[in-house]
């Protein structure tokens, strides 16, 4: 049978995770402020600012599960504090009265600077800037009333993803022939969450009350170094390796003292500096789930470059 649920954000993981519900037959209620979003038989596309509290009232009746994939409007700690724990208050607050599961996704940022792979019971001990957000979101979605699962990715790549070390500006330069720009070391493994992959985990969360109230890890392929993830991608796509460009970390973090926005991408740099590794077993028994082989991915991501259909991001 199928059931009803609310997706907020239609960015590349609110938009996977419409088209995936509705593939599989259900209704959803994709709700962005701007009214847009894929086009879907089974997706009805409305208009909703979280914080409005009789509309989300309204979007969350009758509904199973609601997927809240929205981000701040910009890439600042800032930004995130005063924007982000309030929403995601007023929507489990909206989920717990309706009865509905909250599922979110969710970032590697809150185990902060650790060293060895990061796992499903690994703690959440960042304390500062756009780490220590993440750190409190976790927090307060573990002591709302609300059922809710957080399903954590590492950096995105897919069909819709742009504003990531391995979304549009690496793919649709590399398929043009371009250079290609990356921060930090080409040596050192990271790994990379195919963004279907995370759409498929959190749906799967919401239907297994066993995964509810659970931190879980999207199935994420073995880590590879970003010198072989632009060489993988080259391979797949049938073009010349491209250069790439290797920006240092430290590089970033002493601009970052005199020029805001740089400091905030030099926050996180040590990402890409040193072994960054997550795994995900637990998650894949759990949900019966295995992650995409990353060439399959990747050959799904550049088709979908290739044929021209772009989306804009919204929220």
């Given amino acids: 049978m199928s059931a009803t649920y609310l997706v907020t954000g239609a960015g590349p993981v609110g938009a996977t995770l419409a088209l995936q519900l509705a593939e599989r037959g259900d209704q959803v209620r994709l709700a962005t402020r701007s009214g847009s979003g894929p086009e879907h038989e089974k997706i009805e596309r409305i208009r909703l600012d979280v914080n409005d509290a009789a509309g ?46 909250v599922v979110f996704p969710e970032s590697l940022y809150s185990y902060g600077e650790v060293s060895g792979p990061m796992a ?37 790549y897919g069909p819709r993803v742009r504003a990531a070390m391995a979304g549009e500006r690496m793919v649709t330069r590399l398929l043009a022939g371009q250079s290609v720009q990356v921060i930090g070391r080409l040596d050192q493994p990271h790994s990379f969450t195919y963004v279907p992959d995370l759409a498929a985990a959190m749906i799967a969360a919401a239907d297994r ?65 040193r072994s960054f ?38 929220v």
């Fill in 56 to 101: 989300l009232e309204r979007a969350v009746h009758g509904v199973t599960a609601v997927f809240h994939a929205i981000h701040g409007s910009r890439y600042q700690a800032a930004a995130w504090r005063a924007e982000l724990p309030a929403a995601e208050q007023a929507v489990m607050d909206a989920a717990a009265k309706a009865g509905a599961v």
């Fill in 120 to 156: 499903e019971g690994t703690p959440s001990a960042a304390t500062t800037g756009k780490l220590g957000v993440r750190t409190e979101l976790l927090r307060a979605r573990r002591e709302h009333a609300a059922d809710t699962v957080s399903v954590v990715a590492s950096d995105f």
């Fill in 209 to 273: 009350p066993q995964a509810w109230n659970r931190v879980l890890h999207a199935p994420t392929a073995p880590a590879l170094t970003q010198r072989d993830l632009v060489e993988e991608f080259a391979q797949v796509a049938g073009v010349p390796m491209p250069r790439i460009l290797a920006v240092p970390a430290q590089v970033l973090r002493v601009l970052g003292v005199v020029i805001p926005a740089i400091r905030e991408a030099a926050e996180t740099s040590y990402m890409f500096d």
């Fill in 277 to 314: 590794v997550m795994t995900s077993a637990v998650t894949e028994e759990l949900l019966g789930l295995r992650p995409t082989p990353l060439p399959e991915g990747m050959a799904t991501t550049i088709a979908y470059w290739r044929q021209g259909r772009p989306v804009r991001s919204a």
